[in-house]
Nanobody, 122 residues
């Protein structure tokens, strides 16, 4: 079953958005979860990840917060102080390994959502 990302939209620079990613997987709590983004003409890049700890790309540290609610099988990405360079399709992903690490590379994630578009206007 696919991860379902939502919450994208158009926002002015300096604004906020919260992305959600729901996944109907009974063992949701065992998975490492992550957010990636891909801007036009660029490679998909790590934004944030969460397992027992969290990890952030330097470009979003202090502005974005990743969280998860295992009871709701949902992870979130709260984005504040948005910049035009944050414009991208945001993808949620799940890592099925039993590691305690939060991975930052695309290849470590087994399951992917369809993406939600975030557009930040200047």
């Amino acid at each position: 079953v696919q991860l379902q990302a939502s919450g994208g939209g158009l926002v002015q620079a300096g604004g906020s958005l919260r992305l959600s990613c729901a996944w109907s997987r009974r063992t949701f709590s065992r998975y490492g979860m992550g957010w990636f983004r891909q801007a036009p003409g660029k490679e998909r890049e790590f934004v944030a990840g969460i397992r027992w700890t969290t990890s952030y790309a330097d470009s979003v540290k202090g502005r974005f917060t990743i969280s998860r609610d295992n009871a709701k099988n949902t992870q979130y990405l709260q984005m504040t102080s948005l910049k035009p360079e944050d414009t991208a399709i945001y993808y949620c992903a799940a890592d099925s390994s039993l590691s305690n690490n939060v991975y930052r590379d695309v290849a470590s994630y087994d399951y992917w959502g369809q993406g939600t578009l975030v557009t930040v206007s200047s």
